[in-house]
C-alpha cells in the first residue's frame, strides 16, 4: 500500500547547525507534501508544504526540497534555534482519496 | 478567532463505557478528520469527512464512530472503548480535502483502564 518513510527518527544537532529530514513515498502519483512541526504538548502546525510542479521552496530559514525522480522529499532548517525543538512530520498526498499518508515523525533535539 | 475545539482535553475511563469526543470548528472548512497518535507510530487517520452527511473510513477506524450532523461538528465515537484505545487524538479541518492547509485542534488525551 501507499507509504512514507522518514529518517531519522531522532536527530541531535548543535545550536546554529542545519539540520535535514528526509521523506520518501511510494505513490508516484502524490502531489502535495507538507510538513507539520508538533512542539511538546501541542498540536501538529503546517510550516512549509511543496507541490509537485515546484522543486523547491523557502521561507526564511526552512525548505523543502522535492525529487520526484527519486520520490523523495526533505525539509532543511538552517542556523537552528531551541525553538526548533520539536517533532516534525512529513506527508505526501494520495491519489487514490486525496487523503494525506503520514511519515512516522522525527524528533529533532538542538543541543546549547 | 479562528479555531477547532475538542473536548474533553482529558480523559480517563474503563473498558466498555461508551463515551463522544467532541470537535467543532468555526472556519466554515467542508473537511474534518480523526487522527490518533501514537508513540513512534505519527499520526493515523481514523474518519474523515468531506462534507455533511459524508463521512469515510481511514487507515484505523475499528472501533470508532463519527457524523457529520453539522458542517461545523464532527464527534468521535467510541461505543466500547479498550484498553489499546489509549491514545492522543486530534480533530482537524480545512478548506478542502487532505491537500490543503490542516489546522488541529488541540487534542484529547484517552486513558482506557
Known amino acids: 500500500g501507499e507509504n512514507v518513510e522518514q529518517h531519522p527518527s531522532t536527530l541531535s544537532v548543535q545550536e546554529g547547525d542545519s539540520a535535514v529530514i528526509k521523506c520518501t513515498y511510494s505513490?508516484?502519483?502524490?502531489?502535495?507534501f507538507p510538513w507539520y512541526k508538533q512542539e511538546l504538548g501541542k498540536r501538529p502546525q503546517l510550516i512549509i508544504d511543496?507541490?509537485?510542479n515546484v522543486g523547491e521552496k523557502k521561507d526564511q530559514r526552512i525548505a523543502v526540497t522535492l525529487n520526484k525522480t527519486a520520490k523523495h522529499f526533505s525539509l532543511h532548517i538552517t542556523e537552528t534555534q531551541p525553538e526548533d525543538s520539536a517533532v516534525y512530520f512529513c506527508?505526501?498526498?494520495?491519489?487514490?482519496?486525496?487523503?494525506?499518508?503520514w511519515g512516522a515523525g522525527t524528533k529533532l533535539i538542538i543541543k546549547p | 478567532e479562528a479555531q477547532v475545539t475538542q473536548n474533553p482535553r482529558y480523559l480517563i475511563t474503563v473498558t466498555g463505557k461508551k463515551l463522544t469526543v467532541t470537535c467543532s470548528q468555526n472556519?466554515?472548512?467542508?473537511?474534518m478528520s480523526w487522527y490518533r497518535q501514537d508513540p513512534g507510530l505519527g499520526l493515523r487517520q481514523i474518519y474523515y469527512?468531506?462534507?455533511?452527511?459524508?463521512?469515510d473510513k481511514g487507515d484505523v477506524p475499528e472501533g470508532y464512530k463519527v457524523s457529520r450532523k453539522e458542517k461545523r461538528n464532527f464527534p468521535l465515537i467510541l461505543e466500547s472503548p479498550s484498553p489499546n484505545q489509549t491514545s492522543l487524538y486530534f480533530c482537524?479541518?480545512?478548506?478542502?480535502?487532505?491537500?490543503?492547509?490542516?489546522?488541529f485542534g488541540p487534542g484529547t488525551r484517552l486513558t482506557v483502564l
Open positions: 482537524a479541518s480545512s478548506r478542502g480535502q487532505g491537500t490543503h492547509t490542516q489546522y
Open positions: 472556519m466554515n472548512h467542508e473537511y
Open positions: 469527512s468531506m462534507n455533511v452527511e459524508v463521512t
Open positions: 505513490d508516484s502519483a502524490s502531489n502535495y
Open positions: 511543496i507541490r509537485s
Open positions: 506527508a505526501a498526498s494520495s491519489k487514490s482519496n486525496y487523503q494525506l499518508i
